[in-house]
């Protein structure tokens, strides 16, 4: 027993030593090369060996775990290798309780005339959203929608922090346009016209559950995707085929998300020239080279008859960001994500985990430091989930240009990490998501890249459509 205590203990001396000391250029080179020989899913790279070999245990695991990574798209080996560093444990904010408590299942009006009163706006946007018909006769309810309706401020380009600006209308009319339609309808022309595209995109909601194909059909032009894409999804289940002459023009529109919803829409048509229009909008999507436009693609190529396997993403480009080995090899570094003054403010620290995933990592250092997520916004706020967004566009089928590959690691998607969207195995399209609650089902597909090590009541703070105005690198030390 003796003996293999000495042991155990001369093999963390030598391995203690051996990360001490500092790596010569040679050995950064070799690093580079084995972060290169992952991200081109290339198992046959010398680097990958000459890494394995490698004296210093830091290269020798990146060099193991790069052919792990390579071999199997879920890198099922992953627990056979040290575990990193947990990321901080934050308890949750009181009202999170309050919200879980609200499901589909409650039927009880008394409970959401509680939920539509709570000190959270959260809680009560929750309930509006789930407050079920049989609520109808209740009067109290109806006229706390209506009154959030009426509250829709002339200005809803600000919020004060643990506020409202368009949100309360916006959920408020969906909710009564289930509860009491006829008081639905006259708020509708209001909304519908809104100058906000938030409260034009409820709008279009709403219209969808009162079967308003009229006002569907005009939000149907609307000057903005997102409202295009609500007015399509809800048109397309009301009238199936009838209104396809619409999806066929909204094939010309901007956003990929309402190209999208149009072609989902156009599937199976038996219009003459809906197989053609699709082909040639497939090409020109073709032509703008946004690898994360794939779901439009895909769905373009549905219309067709074509095969997803048809689809033409723009070649990779595989070149190392700048910072990558610094990372993989354990620097500390960290972004501050400022929200604009008109989102209530505030700001968080996020530190990147580039001990677990060195590429992402470096390349989302890279993007921030050029300004690509300047004025971007949370689109996907699921109080209880995640919130998603942080880059140009306000949709989920809007990324950037070149996928991120996968790097699954041994990082549980707790509270407060922050993952990589993406558009399927090694599509990761810029966007973030930071985890509310643990999530450790997300483990399987979805990379780590940083966790929240300041400001979580700021990230708990976040409503849909919140500004970002600025996420920038903080010099060491601050």
């Avoid at 509708?188 to 006002?215: F, G, I």
């Avoid at 620290?349 to 993007?367: E, S, T, W």
């Avoid at 976040?462 to 601050?478: C, F, K, N, W, Y």
Wanted: hydrophobic share 45%.
């Amino acid at each position: 027993m003796r003996f293999l205590l000495i042991a155990a203990l001369t093999a963390l001396s030598t391995v203690s030593q051996a990360q001490s000391r500092p790596l010569v250029s040679a050995d950064s080179a070799l690093v580079g090369r084995i972060l290169l020989a992952e991200d081109r899913r290339d198992s046959t790279d010398s680097a990958l060996v000459e890494g394995a070999a490698h004296a210093d245990p830091r290269v020798s695991i990146l060099a193991r775990r790069a052919l792990g990574r390579i071999r199997t798209p879920r890198f099922v080996s992953r627990d056979s290798f040290p575990a990193l560093p947990a990321p901080p444990v934050w308890p949750e904010p009181a009202w999170r309780l309050r919200f879980r408590a609200l499901t589909p299942q409650v039927t009880d009006c008394h409970a959401f005339q509680v939920a539509l009163a709570d000190s959270a706006w959260p809680v009560r946007l929750h309930a509006a959203d789930l407050v079920p018909p049989a609520c109808a006769a209740d009067d109290s309810i109806v006229a706390t929608l209506r009154a959030w309706i009426d509250a829709l401020p002339r200005d809803v380009s600000r919020r004060e922090p643990g506020g409202v600006s368009w949100h309360a209308a916006a959920h408020a009319a969906v909710a009564l346009a289930r509860l009491s339609p006829e008081a639905a309808r006259a708020y509708l022309p209001a909304l519908a016209s809104h100058r906000d595209w938030h409260v034009r995109l409820y709008a279009a909601r709403a219209a969808a559950v009162l079967s308003d194909t009229l006002r569907l059909q005009a939000l149907l032009r609307d000057r903005d995707d997102n409202v295009k894409e609500a007015a399509i999804d809800g048109l397309s289940r009301l009238t199936g085929h009838a209104d396809d002459s619409l999806f066929v023009a909204a094939l010309d529109a901007d956003g990929a998300q309402a190209v999208r919803a149009a072609a989902v829409a156009l599937k199976g048509s038996p219009r003459p020239g809906v197989t053609t229009a699709a082909a040639v909008t497939f090409a020109k999507w073709v032509a703008k080279g946004v690898a994360s436009a794939r779901d439009v693609r895909i769905a373009l190529l549905e219309v067709t008859g074509s095969s997803p396997g048809d689809d033409r993403p723009p070649p990779p480009r595989y070149t190392l960001p700048p910072d990558a080995v610094a990372l993989a090899l354990g620097k500390d570094v960290r972004l501050r994500v400022t929200m604009s003054p008109a989102s209530g403010g505030g700001s968080f620290m996020v530190r990147l985990r580039g001990d677990v995933a060195p590429m992402m990592a470096a390349r989302i250092l890279q993007l921030a430091r050029s300004g690509y997520y300047d004025h971007g916004n949370w689109h996907r706020v699921e109080a209880d989930f995640v919130i998603q967004g942080a880059g140009p566009g306000t949709n989920e089928y809007v990324g950037y240009s070149q996928y991120l590959r996968d790097e699954l690691g041994t990082v549980p998607h707790v509270r407060g990490t922050v993952g990589m969207s993406t558009r399927g195995h090694d599509s990761g399209d810029a966007q973030w998501f930071i985890n509310l609650r643990d999530n450790p089902r997300l483990g399987r597909d979805y990379t780590v890249f940083g966790e929240v090590v300041e400001g979580i009541d700021v990230v708990d703070g976040i409503l849909e459509g919140d500004v970002i105005a600025s996420i920038r690198p903080v010099p060491p030390g601050t």
